[in-house]
Each structure stands twice: as C-alpha cells, then as structure tokens.
C-alpha cells in the first residue's frame, strides 16, 4: 500500500521543497487558492468525513464552516504538543513530510480566510522547531506563503510557537492561553474557539495529522478520501504502536484494521512471544481493554473502540502483556497526571494528588483493600466534575484497571 | 547583561511573530533566550522581559514557574532529561535511570561532581519506540537521544565535557 | 434597563436580566448556590466547582426554532454531567436544580477534594466564624476524612506578600481570586501562581512585594484565610466584633467603611477599633477600599492623643477646665477682634465647620481654608449632577483627569475612571509627567507646568481629542493640585467649568466637575463658606488664630514664623503637634472614630459617620468647642449634638436645603447582594444599612444661573540660568500623621526626595542619591535627588507632604554647602 500521510516512507527525500513539489506538492493549494472559493473548500472538508486527528475525533470541515464570520481577523493554529504518553506520530510526519503538514494548514487557512497561522509545538520539539522554521523560510521563497499567493488576493503567513513542558497545553484552550504568552490554563468552554479563540478571535485548531490530511482531499476529492476506512470513520491513521510489543512504531493504517493486524502484522507480535494482557488505546489517558481474540480481531475505528469500552483517542496503541501489573500501570499514569494537572479545577488538582497517594500505597504493597475501593471512589468523584478533559482521562485507566483486573489490586494489597 | 542589548536582532525576529498589541505572546521564546545566558532564568532577566512586553514581573514569574523547561536555579550545564513514562518505562527505562545514575554516582535530580550534567527523570517525550531514550537541555537548546544505553551515554558525557561554549 | 429573561430554579420562577450568570441570578432570587472562586465583581473562570448544578434547556425545533412541548410544557433536556452555576448564563426556560442529590453529591465532592489539602486549623484561623470554607465544610463535608492526614502536604504558613498582607499557603485553596482582583479590577497583576497541580501557590515578586495600594481587599474576597493584613492577623476573632458605619477620611472619595470594635484587656477594658473594613456603595467605592483607608486608622488612638484642655501659663502649657481654657481664649479673640482668623481644615466635619464659619461671621473674623487648592466654588456650580455613579460610565462617555494623579490622590477613584475606560469610556489623562492611569487612557496630553489652563483651552480648539470630549454622551473632569497652588488649581477650575458648560456637560448625572481635594471633606468647607488664600503666612502675621484640625507649624517653617508673631494662637486638635506646642490654648478634640457628624465628598455626596468608640479623656466634638467658645465670645451656637448643628446648616446652607440626618441615611437595593450570611459569594464587605448619602445638586442642575468667573491669566514661571521650577506633587503614603503613626505603612512612605530628569542633575552636577541643597521663597531644604525620566527637564518635583514646605510651583536654586 502507498502511504497518504506517511509518504516519506514511499517517496525518499519528500521533506526536500523539490522533490515534495515533483510529487505534486502544493497542487492542493494552488488548486484551492485559484479555482476555489473557500467555502467550497470547507464543503469538500465537510463531504470527505475527515474527523479530527487530535483525540476527540470531531468533524474537521463541520468545525471549520463554525468559524464565526462576523468576527475579524480569523487564526488557524495547528496542534502539535504532542504529548499524550504513546503518541509520537506527529512528530514523525513533521519531520519527515512537513510540507504536506504545512500545506495542509495553509488551505485550512485559506478556508476560514486566516492571514496567519501559528504551529504551537511542544516545547521539546526544539530541534524541530528550527527545522519548520527553515521549511516554511524556503515555503516562502519559493511563492507558497507571503503575499498575493498564486497572483491572488490572498496572503498567508506561518510562525512556529514552542511550548516548554506542559501536556496541558495540547487542550486546545490552555494551548491559545499559553499562545497569548499565559500559564497554559484550559479556559472555560463554551465559548469555543471558533467564535473565542486566539486574542478573543475565531480560531480553527486542527491537530498536524489533521491538517496532513487535507492536500490529498482536496487534491483527489471527498469521495476518494470516503472509500477509504469504515462508514463511521473515513479515511487513514497513523497509530502510534508502543509498549511490549517487538516492533513498535508508527503505522498508517485505513480505519477498520484490527487491532491483530496493527500489532501482530506490524508490531511483528510481543516480545518473548507472550500473551497479551491489555490495551490502552489511546495513551495513557486510555481506559484498559481486556484483551481476547474478539477484541484482536475487532476493527479499529472511533465507533467499534467505543463497544469495547474505551476511545481510540490520537491511536496511541500501548500494548500491555502479562508481566505487567496494572496497579504498576496506573501508578505510572497518575504520576503523569498528577505531574501534568495544572492546577485549575479543583477536582483535578486535588483528586490526582489524593489518587497518587493511594496508588503509590497499593503499588508499593502497603497500601489495604479500602485503599482500592477509596480510588476508585475518588475516580469517580473526579468523574464528570472537571473544568477540562485532563482530569476525566486522569481516572479511566484508574477505574478500567480496578473494575476489570480486580485480580492485580487484590494481589498488590495481600498483606 | 541586558538580553535587550545583546539579543536585539533576534528580539526583533521574535516580537515581530505576534500582533504588537498583544507582544505579551513572546515571553516564551523570549525565556528561551534569556535561558541560554546561563542555563536557568534569573531576576534580572525576568524582570527585563516584564518590561519589554509591559507585564509585570510577577506575570513572568508565574509562567516561568507553570512550564517544566524553564528553570529559576541553576543546575549542570547539561540537564539529562530521562523519559521514565509509562511507554518508555514498558521498554526498560527505570532500570537504564538506575543504571545510568549508578555509573554517574548521583541520585535522580543531582548534578554530577564537575556541574556539567544534573540527572532527572521526565514524562513523555514522543520518542516512545525509541526508549531507552532522553533529552539534554543544556547551551545548544534540547537535542533527543534514542535507543540508548547505559554505554552509549557515558560516551556522550565525555564528548559533552569536551564541548566548548 | 437590559432584556430579562424568565428561569426556573429549584421550581422557583426568577426573573433576571439577560447575560447574568445563574449563580447570580440564584443570589438575586433568594438562592444560595455555594461559590469560591466565582465572585460577581470577576469574570467567570468556573474553576473551583463549588458550584456545581444540573442544568435543563428547553429543546427547540431545528427547523422553526420553536420550543418542543411536552404536556403543554417546554420539554427540557438535562445534560449528562454537572454544570458549573458560575459559568453558565441564565436563558429563557432554563430549568436550574441545585439541591437534588446529584447536585449536592457533586458539592460535597468538592469541599471533601479542598480539605484533603487543608490544614483544618479553624481555631487559630483569623477567618474562622467568617470562613466559607468553613461554613460550606459545615453544610457539606463528610464528618470524617476519608484522606490519610498524614500524607497531607505541609507548606509555609507565615509569609509576608509584602509588609502588608501575609499568606498561609497551606490555607490557599487557589481560587484565584487575589490574583484575578488584582489583575481584572485593579489593574496591577503583582500577584500570580507558581508552579502547577498541586504545586500551584500564590507568588508576588513585586518590588516591594504586593505593590498595589488595594492589596486588603484581597483579604475581604479570599474566601479562606489564606490572606491576612499585617494589622489585623490574630488580633480577634470575628464574632467578638462589634460593627459600626464610619466614613473614610483620608480622601474626597468618601468610601463607606465599618469600622470593628472590640472591648480589650489591652485598652483597659476600653472599646477599640481592630480593622475599618469596605460598606458597600456601588456609587461611591462598591465593595472596595484602598490600603490607605484600611490601615491609617491608628492615629485615634496612642499617648500623643490630647485629652484635657491647656492654657499657657508663664510660657508653659498647664491643664485647665473646660470653662476656663474657652474663656481665655474668648477673652483673647474678643480684644483682638478686627484680627480674628479661624484656620481650619477639610479634616473636620460640616458642623464642626459650619459653627467656625458661623463665629467667624457673627466676630466679624476671616474663615480661611488650611489648603493649596482652590476652586470649590466652581465645583458647587458645575459639580458633578446628583446621580452620578462612574461605576455606570462607560462607552460613549469621556473622563478628562488633569493635574492629578489619582493613585497618589484619591485610590478608588483610579480604580473606578479606570474600569470606566475598561468599559470603553474615552480616558483622557493630562499631566505634565507620566502616572499610572496613563496606561488606560486613550490620549495622554503631556504639557508644561504652568500651561495647564492652555491646556484645557487647547479644547476649544479643533482635535480628534476635543471632538471625542465634546460629543461625549457624558463627560467628567476631574483637577487637581500637581504642580499648582491656590491660584492656579482656582484658575484651572474655572477654565474646566467653562469648558464643561459650553460643551454641555454640566448640570447632569456623570457630568461635570470633580475637586482631587487633599483632605476628605475641602468640598464641604466650600460649600459652608470656608475659602483658601493664596498667601497663608500674610493672613497670619499678627493675628489673633483660631486653628481646628491642621498644623501649620509643623508643616512650614514660614508658617511656623508667621505664628510666632501672632497676637494669639488658639489650637483645637486631637494629638500633641509643632503648632499645640506653640499655641496659646489647646482644646482637645474627638477623633471621627468618637462621635458622629459628616463629610462632602468630592462627588459632592454628604455622607453620615457615627461614633464607635469612647471619646479619649475630656475631648470634645469640634462643633461643641467651637460652640462653648462663640458662648464665651457672647455668641449663641448650637453644641448639643451634631443633629441639630446639622439641622441648623441645612436651613441656612442653601444646596443642603432639603437634607437632614435622616435622609442621609436612606439605603438602596444594590447589586452584588453582600453581606454576612453568605460570605461565599461578596466577602466579608459589609452590607450598607446606614446610608448611602444625598448628593448635592449643582447650581447647574438646581436650575440657577451659573455664571463661572473669568480665569485670571498668571505669567508662566520662566527659570533662568542656575535656577530651576519647583513644583509640589501629592503623594499617597506621606510622613502625615495619619499614616506615620501606623508603623507598619513606614516602608511605602519613604523618605523625602527632589525627584529630577537625569538632564537636569546632570546640568547642576548631581548624581542619583545624593544630598542637596534646595531654596526657594524662605523655605530651605536638603534632600537627596532621585533621577526620574517622567519628569520633565529644568524641573524639581518635590511631593507634599514628605518635609519640604511647597504649596505651589515656584522658582528654585540648588546648591549651597550640604552637612553630611
Ligand atoms: C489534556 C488534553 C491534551 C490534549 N493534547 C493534545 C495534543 O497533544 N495534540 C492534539 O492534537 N490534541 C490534543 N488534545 C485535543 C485538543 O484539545 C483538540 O481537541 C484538538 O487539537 C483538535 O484538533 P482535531 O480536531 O484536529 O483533533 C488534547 C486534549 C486534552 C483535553
Ligand atoms: S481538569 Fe486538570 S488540567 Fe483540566 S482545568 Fe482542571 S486542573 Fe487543569
Ligand atoms: S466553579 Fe463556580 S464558583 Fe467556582
């Protein structure tokens, strides 16, 4: 199969201005700028079943035609905090293909009529940064981003922004906040970014596999892009493959694979052969699938993750065998949401440290029966209280893992 | 020194980025530059930064204070920043954190003896099917380092010791 | 008015206007919804989730937009999750729920999550029995804790933000609130979070720390004891206090205040006051007040506070009765009456000055205000209209400031004119150097000293400013004294009246002009008849002075030289000063803490204060002695009580007319609902139950004619070689001894400085830091120079106040030998 995202892996050398244009590079742009009102290029968005990329999955063309258009100027920002534990694609495609990345966001630009786009990458990304910064320098020699693109009358500039450390700032809200030069604090929604986003302005934040997505679309129509994937998902995904698997990596798979496929096929299997005991689908915010050959065989997309119990999330599959304990594994995820809580919310702020006291008990061994049904108690209570989405995915490996491998907790609390 | 002085091109470069009304947006890479100076953002620093995006110095303490990558004390020159997150600890990482603080002598948030490299232990750096892997945070901005070994990284403080400003 | 809009809560049906949040339309309907971070002064941030509701709406057809109805009512559809009652809007149909077991399991989730990092340490908490938390823990929390207290955090739990307000970090619930006060309403973020998570702690790096001069009213707003003031911390607890409503008298703003009163051990069994804290009035300083107001109060109280009478007697100050300290003064006054003066200040009350102005007529004495600024008369005929409210300006209106820097003058009054042009009013600042309210303003006009009447001409003329000012819906001038004296703050008044008038701007609500007064109640002298002169020390020289509330031979030694040749010197005061010291006779006096009476404020509202303490020893109100006086002097006042002194002024001084003490103390619905059952939601403010005040029309709105004199024009001071202008700027926190006695302010005062552009020290070869010499007009000081760019070159700005006698701008020299 020819890769639509990752086509570095096809086509050597595609991060080069040259060899990206020789494939057909900025076609897409071209085509939308001079033959395209940018309304159309929203409805195109809109008929390919594009859906976000970021985790939530939410259609990216129905986001786009929000844009409030009585609200002037408009931003585009694209989301590459990357940041989620498990997820490593984004930096892949911008390394690797980032002109298709760029193009990608250029149109999105110029369908929501953005003169300027922000890249807010993770702060770690420093290295990467310089190098997109150098792209879009040579994006804007050669004519593709500055003014009166294609002899039009439209204009378009990039700029990368670097966060310094904070998972919080991939939420879109904390991201714009951090954006304006602030802590990277979710803001309250509604209003969203559409119509109150970047210095109070409509704003479309995409995620980079999102955007990345977009020149194919536009260039081969929604109808191609609806072929591929299921019904309920259109499309491809890169899946972030990690964990105790033999291969781990990123892998772009049209929705629908299964999960045997991606790890058995691709992941070349787990280490020493073992079973596999489960699944976070989506990071380490992922409820913890219970693993059995139904759900091996089930097909990936947002829909049929969902009848498992979980979300597919970014599709940052960590694969879990039976040397791992999940008392272990969720000690491990709360010290990271406790790490990465900002602090706002109450619930977030103080169940986390509440929960990390606890795991850190039970998985130390001295921790009692009542301190397993306390955290799922104090999960629970998070549940549904949170001023953002952090605090909900801080408990869902909590709560899957106690609920679904009691086993493990009764083992860690023996004494 | 006053960053204003030594850094106008590239204070320029940043400012120009965002709309002047709303300058306040470069206090980060605006702390990326005072970082450099000395590996952590002192006083001075912030407070020339308030002024120049007229916020106060308070404003840039808290944000300083928010983000784990800027520092207000200092540490070794090189900060060896180990991803020990779940992904990358199912791959072997505690046990290389273990192993690479026994070598260097230190435990996890130390500076080794000659100051140039202090140990920590990070979240996740989207690099997890590379792990072992770290970042060093030191004069040169943050480099990635994959598929590591305890080997490989003495051989890369030794190089580091021999790396002029 | 704005749409309302009908809801229901807890099947209660409540009206509300559109856009309110529905934890305030609960409040405004009788329903408490427990709050923490939600503060209906802030924006929403929905952060603590103390608040949590369940919230239905009323489905609508997609297609016609109409509303589903089920059983001929809206069907309403519930959302899965709580929802936050700070965050959320009210809407038609709204169905709000706030007491059924989802919603109180979701706030009693919240309270448990804050106490497993609090320290329960309600018995020395300085907010226990007015801590939310803890009634909310009361209402809500589990009787257990299901946290394992040993793992509790342990974090610092004394440390000074700044001299002023200290933070207990393990008290901290991070509502945010401090910061976002400081930030949204004040305008100066010197506070902020470190860190995060968990982690996160309220930080100000500020030099000096927490510098705002509104740093207590984040005492009253934190919702926890979290912030402390230096004055108050451990030094009652809040159900041991008595209330009584009090006017604050460091400035014309006039906020309302409570002041707090306990009987101490301390005080032998005496009642004291322990902390002024805000009364609200939305039209006068909302639920706020500044730094200045709260703490300097000390000066009632302390061993220099007079307390019997004195007569001279062989060169020295011995005791005397009542009957005979009075009797020698009328003695005195009666033999010398063609050279009686009454000196008295805008410290006192209009009784007290009322009876002054009433003996200096009927004597056939001269009634002189202690004070630089004029222009209190224009202020009765185009002062502000009676409605005035600058909480309601806003877009479309304009605020001209000119020779005044409010933060230094007047705090709250900086506060309101900047939220104004938060709201969008056109904010013009006019001042010679650059002050804090620049940075909202829309036009800065940096001019001259001595061309602030060109200034305000410069109006008349062609600009995009005066366009703005002229068109204005509404438009307010506020002037001051920055670098003017009598004379020139008379002419600048005048100019501004002309100004007003001819653009229209008189006689109305929000319109007219506003006197930045150096002392609380200078309007309320004006109006009774009191008037500055421009030359105090000639009126003195030789005659026989009756001086209530100032001291002018502390103040300057020309003053001071003045008096000594006076033929009599009669002083009425509350603490031993330089000029008791030389006086002939002292008449202690009550302090505003002691007895009742009023003040004008600079908005023209008389206001109502009320005593809350025992008088100290035998002082008496000021009317009462000026009364007992005038009877020696065989002049009939009225001292019994300040009810019908004021009852008497009312009938004589034609714009109080229709007032009367009970008038002033009519209260008003207002909105935030504050007060002490729910300290969640306003703070510890107190609720308004004694008065909101009357104000004063202006001739302009009264219907009189308002003829406005003609502005006298004076020859600019023009510097020559070697020479320098001094001019005088007024300072918050000054060596005065309101604010000298309360120990803890020393650091914001400061010392004494000739602040000057780094141009002009250098052309007299002086450095920053160092000493020297400065003379001008008889007056002779050293100082040392502080270089500061904001003031222009060729100019020495010397604050009043702070030691150096300067009542006007005048030409200076330095230099001259300098002790070390
Ligand atoms: C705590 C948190 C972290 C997130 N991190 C990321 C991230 O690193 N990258 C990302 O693209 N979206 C992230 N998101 C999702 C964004 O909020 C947002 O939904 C997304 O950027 C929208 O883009 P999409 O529609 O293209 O997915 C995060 C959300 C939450 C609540
Ligand atoms: S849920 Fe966590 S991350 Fe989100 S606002 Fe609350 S504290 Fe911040
Ligand atoms: S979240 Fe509503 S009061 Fe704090």
Redesign the pocket.
Known sequence: MTHILLRHRDVPDINKLSVYKKNGGFDAFKKAVTRMKPNEVTDVVKASGLKGRGGAGFPTGMKWAFIDKNNWPHYVVANADESEPGTFKDREIMESNPFQFLEGLAIACYAVGATVAYVYLRGEFWELAAFLDQKIAEMEEAGYLGDNLFGKDYSLRIFTHLGAGAY?CGEETALLESLEGKRG??RVRPPFPPSFGLYGKPTIINNVETFTNVPPIIANGADWYKNIGTADSAGVKVFSLSGRVRKPGNYELPFGSTFRNLIYEHGMGIQEGRPIKAIMPAGASSSLIVVDEKVLDTPMDYATVRTLGADLGSASVIVLDDTVDIDWVINKTIHFFKHE?????TP??EGNHWMRNLTERIHQGTGSGEDVSLLLNVAKQMQGK???A??EFATMAVVTGIERFPEDFKKAVKA | MSLEKKYAKEIKQILAKYPPEHKRSAVMPLLYLAQREAGYINKEAMKEIAHLLDITETDVASIVGFYTLYHDRKAGKYRMQVCTDLPCALRGADEFLDKLCGNLGIKVGETTEDGLVTVESVMCLAACDRAPMFQTQGPDGIKYHEYMTVDRTMELIEALKGVKE | MSKQVNLTINGKQVTAPEGMTVADAAKLAGIDIPVFCHHPKLEPVGMCRMCLVEIGRPMRDRNTGQFVMENGQPKIQFMPKLETACTNRVEEGLVVLTTTEKAVDGQRGTVEFLLTSHPLDCPICDKGGECPLQNLTMAHGPGKSRFNYNEKQHLDKMIPLGELIYLDRERCIQCARCIRFQDEVAGEAVLGFDDRGRYTQIISVSDPGFDSVFSGNTTDICPVGALTTTDFRFGARPWELDAQASICTQCPVGCNTTLNIRREAKAGGEVVVKRVMPRQNEEVNEIWLCDKGRFTYHYTEGKERLTKPMVRRDGKLARASWDAATKFAAEKFNAHKKDFVVLASGRLSNEDLFNLKSLADTAGGEAILYSDMGGGELTQLVGVGAGTNLGRMGKGDAILVIASDLYEEAPIWWLRVKQAADRGATLIVANPRTTKLDRFAKYHIHYAYGDEIKTIHDFGKKSRISDEFAKAKNAVIFYGSEGLGVNGTSALASACAVLLKESGHAGNANNGLIGVWQRANDQGAFEIGFRPVPNLEKALKGKAVYIAGADPVGDDPNLAKALESAKFVAVQELRETATTEIADVVLPAQAFTEREGTFVSGERRVQRYHAAVAPKGDSKPDYAITAMLAKQMGVILQGTSATVVFDILSNSVEAFNELSYDALAQVREQWPIVGRSDMYYGGTTYENTKGMGVQLLPMAQAGGTVRIPKVRKEAALRPKEKELLAVPANKLYDLGVTVRTAGFLDGRIGEMMISMHPSTAKKFGVEDGRKVKISFDGVSAEAPVRLDETVASGVALIRRGMGIAIHEPVIAKIGGRVKS
């Open positions: 919080i604090q979710p809580s900002c602090g706002k919310c977030c702020r949170c001023l953002c952090l605090g």
